[in-house]
Nanobody, 114 residues
Framework: QVQLVESGGGLVQAGGSLRLSCAAS????????MGWYRQAPGKRRELVAV???????NYANSVKGRFTISRDNAKNTVYLQMNNLKPEDTAVYYC????????WGQGTQVTVSS
């Protein structure tokens, strides 16, 4: 059974930082492209960042230079370091794993106050 469990969300003031973690089980972690997506109220889910098994990364323009995605294949965990947070970053953040199928976590709320 595949499980992606996110943690690290919360409430932070604008300009602050948070680090999200996503622990995966039930998959060959190193083979999967891992990603973070977010969905704000009334908006569609959007890509934030992805990292391949060989550590190639891609970011949404809105987070470039502020967010960093990384993975630890030994711990089956992907991280999202979020710095200089803005109120528009407020959303539910979802972890994803993609290979032959797509898997999603349950999401973690990030709220940035102005």
């Amino acid at each position: 059974q595949v499980q992606l469990v996110e943690s690290g969300g919360g409430l932070v003031q604008a300009g602050g930082s948070l680090r999200l973690s996503c622990a995966a089980s039930g998959i060959i972690f190193s083979a999967h492209v891992m990603g973070w997506y977010r969905q704000a109220p009334g908006k569609r889910r959007e890509l934030v960042a992805v990292v391949t098994g060989t550590d190639s990364t891609n970011y949404a323009n809105s987070v470039k230079g502020r967010f960093t995605i990384s993975r630890d294949n030994a711990k089956n965990t992907v991280y999202l370091q979020m710095n200089n947070l803005k109120p528009e970053d407020t959303a539910v953040y979802y972890c994803s794993a993609s290979f032959h199928a797509n898997y999603w976590g349950q999401g973690t709320q990030v709220t940035v106050s102005s």
